[in-house]
Nanobody, 127 residues
Framework: QVQLVESGGGLVQPGGSLRLSCAAS????????MGWFRQAPGKERNLVAA????????DYADSVKGRFTISRDNAKNAVWLQMNSLKPEDTAVYYC????????????????????WGQGTQVTVSS
């Protein structure tokens, strides 16, 4: 049974940092592309960052490039999202997602391309 559990969300001031973690179980983590998505109230769920199962390829939403970094450690079955220089518009529920990939360099950009999802963790950026 697959389980993805996010942690690390919370309240932070603008300009601050948070590090989100996603712990995976019940799957062969090393062959899944991973992604972080976020969804604010009344808005679509959109990609924040994605990483291939090899870790060699990443992609980011334009709004977070240069501020956020996605990383993974297959030995630990974990993926992280380091968020720096946070802005109020980053406020959302952040979700970890896993998508089965056939190739080490593949990652996915759309929610419907992912197979499993975590429960989400709230990130609030406010002074």
């Amino acid at each position: 049974q697959v389980q993805l559990v996010e942690s690390g969300g919370g309240l932070v001031q603008p300009g601050g940092s948070l590090r989100l973690s996603c712990a995976a179980s019940g799957l062969t983590f090393s062959i899944y592309a991973m992604g972080w998505f976020r969804q604010a109230p009344g808005k679509e769920r959109n990609l924040v960052a994605a990483i291939s199962w090899s870790g060699g390829n990443t992609d980011y939403a334009d709004s977070v490039k240069g501020r956020f970094t996605i990383s993974r450690d297959n030995a630990k079955n974990a993926v992280w999202l380091q968020m720096n220089s946070l802005k109020p518009e980053d406020t959302a529920v952040y979700y970890c997602a896993a998508g089965l990939a056939s190739y080490s360099n593949r990652y996915y950009l759309k929610p419907d391309e992912y197979d499993y999802w975590g429960q989400g963790t709230q990130v609030t950026v406010s002074s």
